[in-house]
Nanobody, 124 residues
Framework: QVQLVESGGGLVQAGGSLRLSCAFS????????IGWFRQAPGKEREFVAA????????YYADSVKGRFTISRDNNKNTVDLQMNSLKPEDTAVYYC?????????????????WGQGTQVTVSS
C-alpha cells in the first residue's frame, strides 16, 4: 500500500522560503508521478506542481511558476517542493499525491494516493 508523508510546512514571512518534502513508501517509487496540490480555507484544492515518473518533466501552476521548484530523488524516495518568494496567498494546506505512470498531472482525480497534508502559513 502506497503511503505519502509530507513535512516541512510552517509559518514564514512574505518573501521567505520553505522546502516541503514528500516521503513515499509501499511501491516502486520510480514508476509514480508525483503532484503537489494545495487547499486554502473555503477554496477548492488546486494544482501546484508535478513531476513525471521518469523525472524528465516538471509542471507548474502559473501562480507559482518561477518561485517554486519540484524535484525528486529516486534513491531516497522523496519529492521536494522548494518554495521561494512566498506570498500570503500561498497560505494553504499542501498535499502530495502519487499515481502509477500518471500523465494528466494537473488533475487531482489522476492521483490515487494522497498524503495527510502540511500547513503552510505566509504572514504579510
Amino acid at each position: 500500500q502506497v503511503q505519502l508523508v509530507e513535512s516541512g510546512g510552517g509559518l514564514v514571512q512574505a518573501g521567505g522560503s520553505l522546502r516541503l518534502s514528500c516521503a513515499f513508501s509501499g511501491g516502486t517509487f520510480s514508476r509514480y508521478s508525483i503532484g503537489w496540490f494545495r487547499q486554502a480555507p473555503g477554496k477548492e484544492r488546486e494544482f501546484v506542481a508535478a513531476i513525471s515518473w521518469h523525472g524528465t518533466n516538471t509542471y507548474y501552476a502559473d501562480s507559482v511558476k518561477g518561485r517554486f521548484t519540484i524535484s525528486r530523488d529516486n534513491n531516497k524516495n522523496t519529492v521536494d517542493l522548494q518554495m521561494n518568494s512566498l506570498k500570503p496567498e500561498d497560505t494553504a494546506v499542501y498535499y502530495c499525491a502519487a499515481d502509477l505512470y500518471a500523465t494528466t498531472y494537473a488533475v487531482s482525480g489522476s492521483y490515487g494516493y494522497w498524503g495527510q497534508g502540511t500547513q503552510v502559513t505566509v504572514s504579510s
